[in-house]
C-alpha cells in the first residue's frame, strides 16, 4: 500500500468482498454464521497498514488507505483507537505532518471537542516546548476574540520564552498570538499626469481587481464619474485610469472615508504618509508584553529572537517615535546585522522603512495639503 496505486486497488477489491458480506460490528458479542465480516475485515486491513506504517510513517498512501478504512465504519472505539495511533506516532516524531493531518481529520469524524484537543496540545508542548507543530495546532483551536484566553496563552507563552528564549517555535506562537490586524482597502496616494492625462492612485493592500468603491469624483463634489481601472500587472497596488474626458475639471478620489482632492499633482492621505500596522490584541495587553519583552532583553541582550520581538514591538506599539527612541531602534538593528548576518539586507530594509515614515511624517506636519477625509 506504499503507493497510491496500490492502495486504490485494496480498496476495489475490498467494496468488493463486503458487498457480499454483512456489516457486524467486531464488539458485537453474538456470533456471526456469515464466514465473511466487513468489521473483522476492516480490523485486519488497519492492522496491516499499522504494520505499514511503522516502516514508512511518511507515506501519504498509507494514511489515506487507513483513513478510507475508517470512514468505513467510525465507530467510537475506532475513533479513540486512532487517536491513541496518532499519539504513539507523535511520540517518535512530533513533526510528522501526515500524522497531525490525519488526527485532524479523526477529530472532525469523531466530533472531539476543541478542549479536548487543547489538552492533547498541552501535554505535547510541555513536554517539549520545541514542537512546533503543536505550538502551531493550538492556533487552529483557540478562540483569539476572548481576550482572557490570549491573555492566559500569553502568560502561558511567557513562562516558555522565559525558560527557553532561544527556541524559536514559541517565539512564532507568540507573535501569533499577538495577530497582526487584517487592513481593510485604504486609500495612500493619488498622482494627476496632466501631460498623458492619466490618474493614478495607490492603496494600501495588493488586489487582483480594482476595489469596487473606489471611485472618481468630478469637480471635487458629489458628482460621481463611471471609468475603467487599469494596472500594469496583477496583482497590484498601483492602478490608473485615462482622465482625458475630465480635462480641465479638478477631481478627487474617494476609497470607503478616505477622500483625495487632486488640486495640484499629487494628494495623499495620512495613512499614506504614515501606514500603521497594529496588533489585533488588546492595547493595555500589548503594552504589558512589551515590559516583559523589555525585562527580558535585559537578561538576555545577545539573545536574536529576544532583540528581534522587542523591536517589532518598539515599531509597531509607538506611531510617533521620540528622538531616544529611535536611537534605540536603530541600536537594535545594528546588533542584528551583526548577530544575524545572513539576513543584514532585511534588517537594513526595516531600519530605511522606519527612517522614510519618520522623516515623511515630519514633513507632513509642516506642509499643508487638501485632504479631505470624510
Not at 472615508?257 to 504614515?274: A, F, K, N, Y
Not at 529576544?306 to 536603530?330: A, F, P, W
Amino acid at each position: 500500500v506504499s503507493t497510491q496505486s496500490t492502495g486504490n486497488w485494496r480498496r476495489v477489491i475490498l467494496l468488493e468482498i463486503f458487498s457480499t458480506c454483512n456489516n457486524q460490528s467486531v464488539e458485537d458479542e453474538s456470533e456471526s454464521e456469515t464466514k465473511c465480516n466487513k468489521a473483522e475485515m476492516l480490523v485486519s486491513e488497519k492492522s496491516f497498514v499499522a504494520r505499514c506504517l511503522e516502516v514508512n510513517p511518511k507515506a501519504y498512501s498509507l494514511w489515506s488507505h487507513r483513513r478510507w478504512l475508517v470512514e468505513q465504519n467510525p465507530s467510537e472505539s475506532m475513533i479513540q483507537e486512532e487517536l491513541n495511533l496518532c499519539n504513539l506516532f507523535l511520540k517518535y516524531d512530533e513533526r510528522n505532518f501526515h500524522c497531525w493531518d490525519y488526527r485532524r481529520h479523526i477529530v472532525k469524524l469523531g466530533g472531539i471537542s476543541r478542549e479536548a484537543e487543547l489538552e492533547t496540545s498541552t501535554s505535547l508542548i510541555e513536554r517539549n516546548f520545541s514542537n512546533y507543530s503543536a505550538w502551531h495546532y493550538r492556533t487552529t483551536l483557540l478562540d483569539t476574540d476572548n481576550v482572557d484566553t490570549v491573555r492566559q496563552e500569553l502568560e502561558w507563552a511567557q513562562n516558555a520564552y522565559f525558560t527557553d528564549p532561544s527556541d524559536q517555535s514559541v517565539w512564532l506562537y507568540y507573535q501569533w498570538l499577538l495577530g497582526r490586524e487584517t487592513q481593510a482597502d485604504k486609500l495612500l496616494a493619488v498622482l494627476r499626469d496632466n501631460d498623458n492625462n492619466t490618474l493614478h492612485v495607490l492603496i494600501n493592500n495588493t488586489t487582483y481587481n480594482p476595489p469596487l468603491n473606489l471611485k472618481v469624483i468630478r469637480n471635487c463634489n458629489s458628482e460621481s464619474f463611471e471609468i475603467g481601472w487599469k494596472s500594469l500587472e496583477t496583482p497590484s497596488r498601483l492602478w490608473y485610469c485615462d482622465t482625458q474626458e475630465l480635462a480641465g475639471n479638478e477631481v478627487s478620489v474617494q476609497l470607503g472615508s478616505d477622500r483625495v482632492c487632486c488640486v495640484d499633482d499629487l494628494g495623499l492621505t495620512e495613512e499614506g504618509i504614515s501606514p500603521r500596522v497594529n496588533y489585533t490584541a488588546p492595547r493595555d495587553l500589548v503594552q504589558e508584553q512589551l515590559s516583559n519583552i523589555r525585562e527580558l532583553y535585559e537578561l538576555e541582550p545577545e539573545n536574536k529572537w529576544v532583540i528581534s520581538t522587542y523591536l517589532d514591538m518598539l515599531n509597531t506599539c509607538n506611531s510617533s517615535k521620540s528622538k531616544e527612541q529611535i536611537t534605540e531602534m536603530r541600536n537594535l538593528t545594528v546588533k542584528l546585522c551583526h548577530m544575524d548576518p545572513m539576513r543584514t539586507g532585511y534588517y537594513r530594509d526595516l531600519w530605511t522603512k522606519l527612517l522614510c515614515e519618520t522623516a515623511v511624517t515630519a514633513w507632513w506636519s509642516n506642509v499643508s495639503r487638501d485632504v479631505v477625509t470624510s
